[in-house]
């Protein structure tokens, strides 16, 4: 599962023509998911790191890079689940004319999607 967040010239609120309460609920919703995503990037970031360098160290400790991709999938799951928590409450925000646009800007972004590693080896 990737981020959901949308591309940072699309503002959610303005695209779904949220009520003045849905922007209320909304902005106490985004900012402890924002915060709690960031947190989790920042790791993931940080063993990927570690991932790399042992992968390229003059002799790579197979355990070590073992240790490093069990740790980042375990923070990719906990995205997961901050996002599908996050998309749920959003949901609950949303009407059903609401909860279409997302779905379909959603599913448009996903199948646009390619990893940085995906992109770097294309080149």
């Known amino acids: 599962f990737r981020s959901v967040a949308p591309p940072p010239s699309l503002n959610l609120p303005e695209h779904l023509a949220l009520t003045p309460e849905q922007r ?3 902005a106490a919703l985004e900012t402890p998911f924002l915060e709690a995503l960031s947190t989790n990037w920042e790791g993931i970031r940080h063993h990927r790191e570690a991932l790399v360098r042992h992968i390229f ?21 906990e995205q997961q ?4 928590a ?3 409450a959003e949901r609950a925000v949303l009407n059903d004319q609401q909860r279409t646009q997302l779905l379909q800007l959603l599913l448009g972004r996903y199948a646009q999607e390619a990893t940085e590693e995906e992109l ?3 080149k």
Request: glycine content about 0%; charged content about 20%.
């Open 57 to 77: 160290a003059a002799t790579p400790d197979r355990a070590a890079i073992d240790a490093e991709q069990t740790a980042i999938a375990h923070l990719q799951d």
């Open 120 to 122: 770097l080896h294309r």
């Open 24 to 26: 209320t609920r909304w």
């Open 86 to 88: 996050q998309l749920l």
């Open 81 to 84: 689940q901050l996002v599908i």
